[in-house]
């Protein structure tokens, strides 16, 4: 039996086929398990060391996810990552708490350089951390290994070879993140690096065939990287009259999109049906399940959807229908014919689908992945060959199959398109924490001036900070003048392996912006406030006024024109510059905001404003904002808002400066 193999014990994070990816990389198997997995099971299966994931509960709940206490006891190796080192700090007899500040991003800590898991590593060391739980007393018999601020950022007891870590290894944003796998998997649990990767092409081959047989696919293909790929396996695998390639246009696509999608893959010998369903969708409505109580009802039609959920639902069940209609209309047997989609991993694991965990929140449903597409799976009817990837893994693949480089660097574009981009709101946002929020955000701009009067306001700030930043924060406030509002709006994020769905706060300022300082605002800010999980740079002139309406807004045709020119004109900027390889993406974001109203007068809010993102990542799990004069010229970034500002009925553009998390890429 399989000698050389780790355990990843999954308790519902986003990142638990991350780890799996690092392990394998390092050329040890793994295998993703449920965490109640217990640890006769291990050892009969000759497991040799334990991983346990992060998940959005609390240890300390009734309802926290059950396990078997004796993988602790058992003799392998073990490390816990997040709610892994929180389980584990908790088992042990440690405390865990939710304390008073919570921290999603990257951040340095500080390292004890001692420890086995630490070799070869320098004292400090920049990691991601998303949690708001924390260890507040360590468990007896493991050391504090490393801190952040004053959190426990990871534990060990090292003859048990039990370690314990805030932060999460296995993502990006966490520079060595490989190495501290190597000293786990090598130094501490003595395992040999032999295990080599299939070729992953044959296997995706190899599963098409075995699943089609001699049947018919209908391949929706999008144009974007992943359905380009997932066609070219097709066909690869396939004999050319079992494939149908469709298109749809579901009116919320880039201007000239569906045009040029069909050329390009044209010139690269795919033949695509195109459909135009732009009304469809715009009327279409579902069926939708209450989370709690279970009650079904069925939507509002779409272009008079507001709740970003019910959008995406609407979006992925129509998807469906279309493509069956047009099986029916093709005279073919629905029963022989299969429905092929680019599903990739991250899809799969942010709309919480139990392919890729029993225990995950979910952040936003896919498309890809509604209800009626579950539904469509199991009765086997779906072929998704890209399930297990992350975006630079189908790219690479991409590259395999000789696709060109334009199709392959291609930036992402979501499904549902511009209709996720379009914040709708009837009414604004502004529930009974607005108003104490607004309080707090204006004691962080000007905090060198807060500080002289002790208030709760400013302890609530130092408790969430540390001492350098709010060193940092006096200095840069007492020299930079800046103003914030907090807008009633609700844009969605992640935070702790959980969705959040909140405010988002507006910096604004007289001078001009100083990028580094307002980044730094934009890492402290949802620290502070939990409530806040985005913060954005408005151009123009200081905001003067509070913001505390919004103008009505639905998918009418004239707010989806809008922002269609406006993503056009900011796009064409980026490509302009020759930046558009050094951009991962650029989501462009309408919001029902109408700024610079004068205050008392009876002119309705009427206009829009825009927001730029453009994004930094490679797998799409975890993200930084490309800042100005660092990873995008302020030049460009000057275009652009010169550009989007020439679309009739917008206000003003603003720039997000949010990483992945507390926010997520896309705003909904
Ligand atoms: N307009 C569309 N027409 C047909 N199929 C679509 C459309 N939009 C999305 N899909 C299907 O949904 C899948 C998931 O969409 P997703 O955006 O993640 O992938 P993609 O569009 O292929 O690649 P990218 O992530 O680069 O945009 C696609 O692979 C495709 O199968
Ligand atoms: O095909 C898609 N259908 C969707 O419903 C969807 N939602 C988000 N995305 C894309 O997924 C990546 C991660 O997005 P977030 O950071 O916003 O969660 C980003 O690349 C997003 O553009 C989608 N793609
Ligand atoms: N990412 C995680 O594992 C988070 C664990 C826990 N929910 C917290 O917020 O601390
Ligand atoms: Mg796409």
Redesign the pocket.
């Known amino acids: 039996m399989e000698e050389n193999k780790v355990a990843i014990l999954d308790a519902g994070a986003q990142y638990g086929k991350v780890i799996d990816r690092k392990v394998r990389e390092l050329k040890i198997k793994s295998e993703l398990l449920p965490l109640e997995t217990t640890a006769s099971f291990l050892l009969a299966n000759n497991y040799k060391a334990i991983i346990i994931s992060g998940g959005p509960n609390s240890v300390y709940e009734d309802n926290a996810p059950k396990y078997d206490p004796s993988i602790f006891q058992c003799g392998l190796p073990l490390l816990g990552i997040c709610y892994g080192m929180q389980l584990l700090n908790k088992e042990f007899g440690g405390d865990v708490n939710r304390t008073t500040s919570r921290e999603d991003g990257q951040f340095k800590i500080k390292i004890d350089t001692k420890c086995s898991l630490f070799k070869n590593l320098n004292s400090e060391q920049k990691v991601l951390l998303t949690h708001s739980d924390s260890v507040t007393k360590p468990a007896e018999g493991f050391k504090i290994i490393c801190n952040s601020k004053n959190i426990t950022a990871g534990i060990a007891n090292e003859s048990k070879k039990l370690y314990g870590l805030q932060f999460h290894p296995e993502v990006e944003l966490t520079e060595n993140g490989k190495k501290i796998f190597q000293n786990f998997l090598f130094e501490i649990s003595k395992l040999k690096p032999k295990f080599t990767m299939e070729s992953r092409e044959q296997l995706c081959i190899d599963y098409i065939k075995k699943s089609v047989g001699k049947s018919k696919v209908l ?10 790929v ?1 066609a070219a396996l097709l066909h690869k695998a396939l004999n050319k009259d079992q494939l149908i390639a ?5 009116g919320f ?1 880039r201007k000239d999109e ?1 045009k040029n999608v069909e050329a390009s893959l044209k010139q690269n010998g795919l033949h695509l049906d195109v459909t135009n369903a732009t009304q469809i969708f715009y009327d279409s409505t579902t069926i939708i399940e209450d989370k709690n109580t279970k009650i079904k009802k069925t939507t509002k039609p779409l272009c008079l959807t507001i709740d970003p959920e019910e959008k995406r639902k609407i979006i992925g069940d129509t ?1 469906m229908n279309i493509a069956n209609s047009l099986i029916e209309d093709l005279n073919l047997n629905p029963k022989d014919v299969y429905l ?5 991993r991250p ?1 799969l694991i942010e709309s919480a689908s139990e392919l890729a965990s029993n225990k995950a929140d979910a952040i936003k449903t ?3 992945d509604t209800d009626l597409v579950r539904e469509l799976r199991r009765q086997g009817q779906v072929i998704e060959p890209l399930k297990d990837f992350h ?1 630079d893994e189908v790219r690479s693949l991409g590259r395999d199959l000789n696709l060109p480089e334009e199709i392959v660097q ?6 549902p ?1 511009l209709a996720i981009r379009i914040i709708c709101a009837e009414t604004p946002f502004m529930e009974k924490d607005f108003a104490e929020t607004s309080i707090i955000l204006k004691a962080i701009v000007n905090f060198s001036g807060a500080v002289k009067k002790p208030q709760a306001t400013v302890q609530k700030i130092r408790d969430a900070i540390t001492e350098e930043e709010q060193i940092y924060l006096e200095e840069i406030t007492s020299s930079y003048s800046i103003s914030v509002s907090l807008l009633p709006i609700k844009s969605v994020g992640v935070q702790g392996d959980c969705r959040t769905y909140s405010y988002v706060a507006a910096l604004s300022s007289d001078e001009s912006p100083n990028w580094q300082y307002l980044s730094t605002f934009a890492q402290i800010i949802p620290r502070i406030c939990r409530n806040v999980n985005r913060v954005v740079y408005a151009f123009g002139q200081k905001i003067t006024e509070p913001v505390t309406e919004i103008t009505h807004t639905m998918l009418s045709k004239r707010v989806i024109e809008t922002l269609r020119e406006a993503d056009s004109v900011a796009t064409h900027a980026l490509k302009e510059s020759g930046e558009m390889k050094s951009i991962a993406q650029m989501p462009i974001v309408l919001i029902p905001i109408h700024f610079d109203r004068i205050p008392g007068s009876n002119i309705p809010s009427a206009q829009w404003s825009i927001v730029l993102r453009p994004f930094l990542t490679n797998d799409f799990m975890t993200g930084v904002a490309a800042v100005p004069g660092r990873q995008i010229k302020e030049s460009t970034v000057k275009k652009m808002v010169e550009a989007v500002k020439q679309v009739p009925g917008i206000s003003r553009v603003l720039f997000d400066l949010t990483s992945k998390p507390p926010g997520t890429t896309e705003w909904e």
């Open positions: 391949m929706l293909v999008s144009g974007g990287v992943d359905s380009t997932c469709l298109h749809i246009d579901n696509m569906s998807f092929a989609q680019g599903t990739l899809d896919h498309h890809n975006k291609r930036h992402p574009f979501p499904g398109g």
